[in-house]
């Protein structure tokens, strides 16, 4: 049915992303919180092949990062050429747990100590901001995605019992519906906020950031579901299946439902994104989850320090991520838009 | 086994003024017979059909008298019952078979949904039913129409499907409305050929709505004229045909037959027609609502509406001609 390699392709780069998201404990050399304060915002290590000597090596090495002697700037580093440590894959580092459950120490690269390897740089405490971008991408990317899948789900039902049935149901959910769209959604997000304690743990914050942005969300795809609704249940077959003794349950499931799905693919594939971006803004403004657990919206907010705008690139990863994200989730949309086109005519 | 009485139905379309599609309509069907209704576009037939089912839309304002099933009346029962009613009992063959399928379902499982919906039988032995069920309705493939979509068949091969849908519960009363006016002349035969087979085999009653006289000359015991939502005439198909009484069924079958009596077919030499229009819904009726029309009017004929005259068994008229 899916001739394009490319809705593929796609599919497989976002998953991966997750995935890899997903297992940061195993992706990433270090824990999210732990710190080197000696160092802070040391710059991303560099990967040599060639040693001081010019002998060539097959397995890349890094220095360690030292104050570049007298000055007092924060993150003027120098190598310090005198030990290499060299790239090793699958070795042992913090501990984690598997799904809670297995413990393991096994992490894809690092090296050995007193070094770090820090392949986007670190931030004002040392941490390391690749791993920290694995980890926050867990609440960012699944953010999005279960707030998508929240607001889905809530704009499926209410946009169904207003389709289907129509009459007072629909007039109530629609009028619903526009208040919610009335209401700049960011301010909403701010008071819904507001309400609930500013300190809460990480899985709470989490949980709180996906119901929070999913519910304010659902009045778009409800309309819509209800629009594709209303032409599908005047479908000749559905009231031939009314004629045969079919409860309304049924011919929503069977008959009339299945003409939202594409519409309801290519909404999580807008909507996702959206919700990312929901959930970083949140984060950067402090409401989100809170330090040390990492988020991509919390690691942009020390962009909010001049110093760190101007002097520390690597700070930008996150929003490179988040963009590279967003870039992919569009493309996601127009290459489903156009399958969802070719099934339905 | 099925007694209508004093059916009406008016409707209500949004924003206008309230219409009666059908009124005062008495018939009765009885277990295994055919029925016709017989009636131009628009007089009414089919909304008459879809309150047998209280399939009716949402603008349908009023639905009086009564319609009793056995000792069931219909129009007194909940949506539950009614569910378990549908397609169980009475089932109905809509207009126009391509549309009546859904596309993206497979047509074996589609029919075998019927069964699923009103006895408690797993999924295998439901396709299994079906499979027989088609074999018997004359399908030459019946292996490939059951796992066909609906595109992938002919006319006439749907129209088989959407029977085989409408009879798979073995219902005791099929109504069928318009069931062979999308297809070719010889498919048309085929499949009212089919009815008459069903009929015997069955004991199924059919009411069977068509605006062709000629059509339902080929299946039907009895026919019951419409005109304006009333019910105008009613006798077996044999006398109607051979002794029609109210202007407008002569009109009608006029329009069709041509009295030969050397019984070759011949191309009509005039084309007769029945002159003006059937009354639309929203205009206003004195007295009987065919006289505008009407070859044979007289000056009764606008004062009151004419009441149905009971000449013999099954057959009345609602004629000022015959006494009204």
Redesign the interface.
Known sequence: MIRDHKLWLILAVLASAHLIVLWAHFFAPYDFASQERAIPFAPPSRLHFVDPEGHFHMRPFVYLWEPRPGTETLGAYVEDHSQAFPLRFFVRGARYKIAGIFDSSWHLFGVEEPARIYLAGSDDYGRDQFSRLLYGGQISLFSGLMAAGVSLALGLVLGALAGFY??LVDDVVMRCAELFLALPWLYLLFAVRAFLPLHIPPTQAFLMLVLVIGMVGWARPARLIRGVLLSAKE???V?????????DF?LLR??VL?EAYGLLLTQAALLAPQYILAEVTLSFLGLGVGEPVPSWGNMLASLQKYYVLTSYWWMFVPGLALVSVFLLYYQLCKVLQEQVKLVRF | MLQVRGLTVRYRPEGRAEVAAVNQVDFSIASGEAVGLLGESGCGKTTLALSL?R?LP?TACEVRGSIFFGKTELLGLGESEL??????KI??I?Q?PE???????RVGEQIA??IR??HPKGRQQCLDEVRALLDQLGFSDAHRIFNAYPHQLSGGQRQRA?IA??IVCKPSLVIADEPTTALDPTVQSEILALFNDLKARFQTAFLFISHSPAILAKVVDRILVMYAGRIVEEAETTQILRHPLHPYTVGLLRCVFELGDEGAFRPRRVLPSIPGNPPGPTDLIHGCPFEPRCPERMEDCTAREPREVKLEDSRGVRCFKYGG
């Open positions: 129509g009459g479908r000749n077959y009231l031939a299946a009314r004629g045969f003794g079919a409860s049924y069977r008959h299945p | 089912l399939l949402a569910r378990r009613l549908r397609g169980a089932s109905m809509f126009e549309i009546s399928l859904n596309p993206v379902m949904e019927v919906a009103h959407v849908q409408a």
